[in-house]
């Protein structure tokens, strides 16, 4: 049986929204149910710092989603920004290579030993939802199926030390037989049974996405654009109950 607390720590909600009052809001109304806040880029260029430090007035974690990608140098001196500012997760492109996420954990772990905070979660991105096989081997002249590639990257990721990969319900099974259960995966694409898809194509529900073994689901559109976000939040609890 799972109880609150093992539910909270894995939800992450995104904050996928154009005003910082909304963010708050959300932040405000949330904070009892959701473990971790999911700062993207879109939030963090409008408004920087200031929803960051609210999240934390809040006590809840927060997760810098800016996927890092540049030289090694400028990645560690990025990351030991972000975990200097408190993040409890960020995460950084595979594809910059084995010694751009490694210049990543650098400088994380050094942030966190001068500044006393946790060391963070550092997860890789590996082929972004957006690119398809088509993309993939035509425009960008990759010659690997996206599974295999993305299995490279994630192995990559892990021979670099980082802790996990952002991969969709599909990925998550294979990525936990391949890498090991100890390698965390944070799913995307979440949808209760009783939400809208969206543009989503590659869904779960809470419930299976857990069952599959993902660390943290990520819940965006299903609670943000509920017409009751109290009741939706409480429904996938309930929903995550009866079926782990
Ligand atoms: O509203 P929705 O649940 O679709 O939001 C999903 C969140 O997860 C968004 O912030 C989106 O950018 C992010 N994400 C995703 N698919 C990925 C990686 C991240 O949907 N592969």
Not at 26 to 49: A, H, M, N, R
Not at 78 to 107: C, D, L, P, Q, R
Not at 186 to 192: D, M, Q
Request: hydrophobic share 40%; aromatic share 6%.
């Amino acid at each position: 049986m799972i109880n609150y607390e093992q539910i909270k720590k894995r939800l992450v909600l995104a904050l996928d929204v154009e005003k910082i009052e909304e963010a708050k809001d959300l932040v405000e109304k949330l904070s009892p149910y959701i473990g971790t806040f999911k700062v993207g880029l879109q939030l963090f260029c409008g408004f920087g710092l200031e929803i960051i430090n609210y999240i934390k007035e809040k006590n809840a974690n927060f997760f810098l989603d800016v996927k890092l990608h540049d030289i090694p140098n400028t990645v560690e001196k990025a990351s030991y920004n972000i975990v200097k500012n408190g993040a409890n997760f960020f995460n950084v492109h595979a594809t910059g290579g084995i010694e751009m996420m490694k210049a990543a954990k650098k400088g994380a772990i050094e942030a966190s030993e001068k500044f006393g905070h946790k060391k963070p979660i550092i997860l890789a991105v590996t082929v972004l939802t957006s690119i398809s096989n088509e993309i993939l081997q035509n425009e960008l002249e990759n010659k690997c199926r996206t599974k295999d590639f993305v299995l490279k990257l994630a192995r990559n990721a892990k021979l670099a030390g980082l802790d996990g990969v952002v991969a969709s319900a599909q990925e998550l099974p294979l990525i936990k037989k391949e890498l090991g259960e100890d390698f965390i995966v944070l799913t995307p694409g979440i949808r209760p049974s009783w939400t809208a898809k969206d543009d989503q194509k590659r869904i779960a529900t809470p419930a299976n996405a857990l069952k599959d073994g993902a660390d943290y689901i990520v819940l965006g559109r299903a609670i943000t654009k509920a017409d009751d976000i109290i009741e939706a939040i409480k429904k996938v609890y309930e929903e995550i109950k009866e079926n782990k």
